[in-house]
């Protein structure tokens, strides 16, 4: 087919499917410069602004006061001088990096009294969008139908790069290209990036990670999950490395405070960066998830965690180093149990299967799409093994911190031509970040367990050799093994690896070559990549090709269904209501949280549940101030806005778009929706804001911060 012929239909589909979407119209993450085609039913749902109050490249607009935070989280500016609302937990990492027994702020909260006191951190920066824009064609150009896959992506990679070029004007903008619908779109995004963002102000975690993971991605909750950054630029506004001569920056626009609150059925959207969601999966990708995937890493996961909070359990110390790696294993663990749960209830392999087979009658008389499903289900059978392989060498193999520490150091034993001086330069930065963070006790423990694992489940034939052998040579004792290589790796010695670091070139090459962590990770990898990474590839890009064109025809098929792309890391908004559930027969879920809950979970005895006295104090005395409603304190609540994983710090507007909450989880019930979406009970979890403005007014004595801001009362 005529490729220009062929992509009109696709922006035709698009745009129909855009518009058709009325019905089920609370799933779906939305692009903002798309967003002129749903916002006929956002005003009709409670939306009280326009598209350009939303997304704008000629005026400053809502997307204005939006950043990326981190690669992996969203923030919110709330004042014209760069202060940014996260979620505690999205600044975690910076927390713990700045505490120590003496000074632990992960435990005591930390609050800058002034802008001297507000603390610079290494490597954060948080990324504005500057503008978006559909590059479908450009990115399309000079292809032809009877392109290879190989070819057609070379020549679809030298029109992305050429894209990005033009794109960057200054220094400090980045640009990507992304695929949406698998490839059947493509747009541009470009960004401005901050470097310099410091830590304002955080709550103890016993309050910003209350409920701790007995809690997460469960509701009733009541967790005061937000932190303070501020972001500083140079005196022009500019993006700049740190330097105590910048200034806070001045933001085209931010985000006016509602205290009004929210009642059941208020509208409210969330403007943020989604990171990864697969709503339009084959069947048989959904069946592996549920019946190998995802019941292998919770497994995996389950021993690394009774391990690390065994260990955590005994000392200040390793609590410290081990809680922003505990608490991000035990995340995808809690969650992709919820995730199997919710496909099993939902059925959603059998229901992909019916619409599978209807498509394929549909298809029939259609060349283009008629063999897809019979194509998809051959090369997911092939695929299966090597998948399962990959989970392993991800959660048992790689999930070693001394495997991984050890990885760093290959381009020195690949004897490549170096630029020897930025390599050690970096490598000196990765090991400090390593040892700060390092207890021996727990990695060697997991080595031993992980690794039982690894040879008990991987398939002969795909097995690493290396593992194979020294397993067979200590009689299949895995500890000795463990404890020998522990004892005799550099890896495991701050001294010995700044030692290593100050050799020659060959030097290190050779040190490398003799330590048995370092060839146990290089052989085994040179292994994996080789006979297993190479044949998932080769399939998985068959597999990709054929999502392509069933996206196409999907969309085709189902033309009265709401299409959206699924998420990227790119900006999204999600609108819908604030909303209760039915988790179950005979339960209803309020919508809405209090500090009542707090207490009633509080208990000293249990470290999650263990409040700061303070708080019980403000209660006793219903000592709220302002911030009284009802003579409570509004805690969370629930709105079926469709999120994921990094919408975590994400503004929740109302239809004013002033903000009200921040986002911070899904509920148990909905964690399945990154697979598959159910309005009826999908929430995204929000806290209340006014509940962060009264921990830090009462609780914190940072009421100065509130000045900065603007509220609506
Ligand atoms: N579940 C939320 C998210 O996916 C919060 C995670 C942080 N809290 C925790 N207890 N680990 O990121
Ligand atoms: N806590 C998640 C995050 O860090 C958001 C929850 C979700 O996955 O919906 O982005």
């Known amino acids: 087919m005529n490729i220009i012929y062929s992509m009109k239909k696709i922006v035709l589909i698009l745009g129909l499917a855009a518009a058709c979407a009325v019905s089920r119209a609370d799933e779906g993450m939305w692009l903002p410069s798309l967003i002129e085609a749903r916002i006929i039913d956002m005003q009709d749902k409670g939306l009280r ?288 149990q919820g995730e199997l749960s919710g496909v099993v209830r939902l059925k959603t392999v059998e229901k992909k299967k019916q619409t599978e087979q209807a498509f394929t009658l549909w298809a029939a008389d259609k060349p283009e799409y008629a063999a897809l499903v019979t194509q998809f289900s051959k090369l997911y059978a092939e695929i299966d093994t090597y998948a399962f392989v990959r989970d392993y060498q991800t959660e048992a193999f790689n999930a070693n911190e001394l495997i991984r520490f050890a990885a760093n150091f290959l381009p020195f034993a690949e004897g490549k031509k170096l630029s020897t001086d930025s390599l050690i330069q970096r490598l000196k930065s990765v090991s400090d970040d390593f040892f700060k963070n390092y207890v021996q006790a727990i990695d060697q423990q997991c080595f031993e367990v992980l690794l039982s694992e690894y040879v008990k489940h991987v398939p002969k034939g795909l097995t690493s050799p290396v593992v194979e052998r020294a397993y067979k040579d200590y009689r299949h004792d895995m500890a000795k093994w463990t404890a020998s290589l522990y004892a005799s790796t550099l890896f495991t010695h701050r001294d010995k690896v700044e030692k290593l670091l100050r050799l020659s070139p060959e030097e290190i090459a050779k040190q490398l070559n003799k330590d048995p962590i370092f060839s146990l990770y290089r052989e085994s990898n040179d292994f994996y990549k080789e006979k297993v990474e190479k044949p998932y590839n080769a399939l998985n890009s068959q597999i990709e090709t054929l999502y392509r064109a069933y996206m196409r025809g999907l969309m085709a098929f189902q033309s009265e269904r709401p299409f959206y792309p699924d998420a990227n890391s790119t900006i999204r908004i999600a609108y819908g209501k604030v909303s209760g559930y039915k988790p179950a027969d005979a339960v209803y879920y309020l919508p809405q949280s209090t500090i009542e809950g707090i207490m009633q979970k509080d208990n000293p005895d249990i470290y999650d549940y263990d409040i700061p006295q303070k708080l019980r104090d403000l209660y006793a005395a219903k000592d709220y101030g302002r911030w009284a409603v009802d003579g409570t304190i509004p805690v969370g609540f629930l709105a079926n806005n469709h999120t994921s994983g990094g919408n975590s710090g994400s503004p929740v507007l109302n239809g004013d778009g002033h903000l009200i909450g921040l986002n911070f989880d899904r509920t148990w019930e909905s964690t399945m929706s990154d697979v598959v979406y159910d309005s009826e009970i999908c929430r995204n979890i929000a806290l209340d804001i006014r509940y962060a403005l009264f921990v830090m007014d009462k609780l914190a004595d940072a009421g100065y911060l509130l000045d900065e801001m603007i509220f609506v009362e």
Request: charged fraction near 25%; include cysteine; proline fraction near 4%.
């Open 49 to 336: 602004l326009s598209a350009a109050d939303l997304y704008s490249v000629n005026q400053a607009c809502l997307k204005d006061a939006i950043v990326q935070f981190g690669n992996g989280c969203t923030a919110n500016l709330v004042s014209d001088k760069g202060l940014i609302f996260t979620n505690h937990h999205c600044g975690f990492s910076q927390i713990q990096s700045h505490s120590s027994p003496e000074h632990d702020y992960l435990k005591d909260g930390f609050w800058a009294k002034n802008l001297s006191d507000e603390l610079p951190n290494k490597g954060l920066t948080v990324k504005f969008l500057q503008y978006m824009e559909d590059v479908t064609e450009q990115v399309l150009e000079g292809l032809s139908s009877e392109m290879d896959e190989a070819t057609r992506k070379k020549v679809i990679d030298a029109n992305r790069a050429k894209i990005i070029k033009n794109a960057v004007a200054e220094k400090w903008i980045r640009a990507t290209v992304d695929a949406l619908y698998y490839g059947n779109q493509y747009f541009l995004f470009v960004y401005k990036i901050y470097e310099d963002i410091r830590l304002v102000g955080a709550p103890p975690s016993s309050i910003g990670k209350f409920g701790g993971d007995t809690d997460n991605w469960i509701w009733p909750r009541h967790t005061g999950d937000f932190s303070l950054f501020r972001i500083y630029a140079d005196k022009d506004n500019n993006p700049a490395p740190y330097s105590k001569d910048n200034v806070p920056y001045q933001p085209k626009q931010f985000l006016k405070i509602s205290l009004k609150g929210v009642q059941e059925n208020d509208f409210t959207f969330i403007y943020g960066y989604p990171a990864r969601t697969s709503e339009y999966l084959f069947s048989e990708a959904v069946k592996y998830l549920a019946e190998r995937g995802n019941p292998a890493k919770i497994r995996l996961r389950t021993l690394r965690l009774d391990i690390m909070q065994a260990e955590m359990a005994k000392d200040a110390g390793i609590r410290i180093k081990y809680a922003a790696k505990q608490a991000s294993v035990a995340n995808a663990w809690k969650k992709w």
